[in-house]
């Protein structure tokens, strides 16, 4: 069985899969081959032995796929042994899907039958048909999220459609559930018409309680979430755009207290006005930030202009109110803060040293990050990226579960900006001041008091800002 090309492996491990005709070939002679091609066996297990022969699965770490190639072929020229398969253990992790649907409930009799289906179900669909709010109690809608894309901007690949996306919306439903215990469906749609999307999440919302829009090109992303707000009385929130903005803001406040500034003093370079660019600057001046300049592909973003994307016509209008011009080289003059959110290899040593002193650089553009820590990390005060292989990783997994474990839990209409600032304030105050440290300014995803903390500001937030439309009991 082979689960995928070479070419999709890297830094994985692999599962091959021998018959060997043990009269033939010492199992020493295979791990050896194995090795010499630079294989790094991490365990053998025995599926079947027989008088003369026997079949063993290995896996193996390899770098690439020029290592998986040289494996294959050293086995294939070993008498005694056939190649029975080999096995990307991802692509088996992805077999048949990564969730399912399972009762809460045994239906055992015909007594517990006619409760769950026909005929007392219908004493529970009268109850809703006589008072809609009801369903958030009586049905899977209280604790469950719709996980929606289009398939046009998926991780770091761009347009690859809505099958391909699936994989994505599965994991990200898992993760739901894992963190905050949110059930979440993934749904991709086969269209990227603003409007049909639109059109079919309104008609898909009474089964759920949240809308989590994700991977959708800008900028309909914008256009498609502001009108759904609006027009839908559950919460939506496209996470590629304000997760990334909550969990910035998070890691911002305590590289802010590492550096000794004020978030109300600071000049702040955004580089890359997308989805993402938009939302961290949206969050930035809600917390009080009154110097941001922003740069696309074409420089420095100046009111006047003329933009075609409306959402660049807004932050030009709302930022840069000195009227800086230029490049990014003119931006970063004097900067406290560089928020990139572009592409790897923009932002330069020499840029990062025209900075102020102290500088917080989040180079946070994957796969590869705009400088590498490495080459500025004796000249800055903190550092964060988007990897998980280096320190102050900025992670929308850190975000998403808890906002929308207190918004269906106080049932909000609505994740507002209140409601975001909360989420990234519950976030950094996981690192307590005898913790924190210029490498340690942002917990880690498994750290089980993130979702919790998340929760309790998210659900005072709705409440003060009147979107909640339940009061859990112990904010009564």
């Not at 309104?202 to 309909?220: H, M, Q, T, V, Y």
């Not at 409306?310 to 900067?335: H, I």
């Not at 269906?408 to 005898?434: F, G, H, P, Q, Y």
Request: proline content about 4%.
């Amino acid at each position: 069985m082979s689960t995928g090309s070479n070419q999709e492996l890297g830094g994985k491990s692999i599962i091959i899969r021998l018959d060997i005709d043990t009269e033939k070939m010492n199992f020493g002679m295979v791990t050896n081959a194995i090795s010499l091609t630079g294989g790094d066996i991490i365990a053998i297990d025995t599926i079947h032995i027989g008088p003369n022969s026997t079949t063993r699965d290995i896996t193996i770490n390899v770098k690439d796929a020029e290592d998986n190639r040289k494996i294959t072929e050293a086995i294939e020229r070993l008498q005694g042994v056939r190649l029975v398969h080999v096995s990307d253990r991802t692509f088996l992790m992805h077999l048949g899907g990564k969730i399912g649907i399972h009762p809460k409930v045994k239906i055992q009799n015909r007594d517990d039958l006619s409760r769950v289906y026909t005929p007392d179900v219908a004493r529970v669909c009268m109850a809703i048909h006589e008072d809609e709010q009801k369903a958030f109690s009586l049905t899977i809608r209280r604790n469950t999220v719709a996980v929606v894309s289009d398939g046009t901007a998926v991780l770091g690949l761009g347009d690859i459609g809505p099958k391909a996306a699936m994989p994505v919306m599965e994991g990200k439903a898992m993760l739901f559930k894992q963190f905050a215990d949110v059930d979440a469906y993934p749904i991709c749609l086969d269209t990227k018409d603003t409007e049909d999307i639109i059109k079919i999440i309104k008609a898909i919302s009474p089964s759920f309680g949240g809308i989590n829009l994700e991977d959708i090109s800008s900028p309909r992303c914008f256009e498609i979430e502001e009108r759904l707000r609006r027009e839908l009385d559950i919460p939506v929130f496209h996470d590629d755009q304000h997760g990334t903005a909550v969990v910035m803001y998070a890691g911002l406040i305590n590289a802010l207290k590492i550096a000794g500034k004020s978030i109300r003093d600071i000049k702040v370079v955004v580089c890359g006005v997308g989805a993402a660019g938009i939302a961290c600057t949206k969050i930035l001046l809600a917390a009080g930030v009154k110097d941001i300049i922003g740069l696309d592909r074409n420089g420095i973003l100046v009111k006047g202009n003329e933009y075609s994307n409306p959402m660049k016509r807004w932050f030009a209008e709302n930022t840069n109110t000195a009227g800086v011009s230029g490049t990014l080289q003119d931006a970063m003059r004097g900067a406290d803060v560089f928020i990139g959110l572009s592409s790897s290899g923009l932002l330069k040593r020499e840029d990062v040293l025209t900075m102020a002193s102290k500088p917080i650089v989040f180079a946070m553009a994957n796969p590869t990050p705009e400088i590498l820590p490495e080459e500025v990390d004796d000249i800055v005060a903190v550092m964060a990226t988007g990897r998980s292989d280096y320190p102050n990783q900025i992670n929308n997994v850190l975000c998403f579960p808890g906002i929308f474990r207190g918004a269906l839990d106080c049932r909000a209409t609505e994740i507002n900006e209140e409601m975001k600032l909360a989420a990234a304030e519950a976030i950094a105050s996981v690192i307590t001041e005898d913790k924190l440290d210029r490498l340690y300014i942002i917990p880690s995803v498994f750290d089980h008091k993130v979702v919790d903390l998340i929760r309790q500001r998210v659900i005072e937030a709705a409440i003060r800002t009147k979107v909640a439309r339940r009061i859990p009991k112990e904010y009564r």
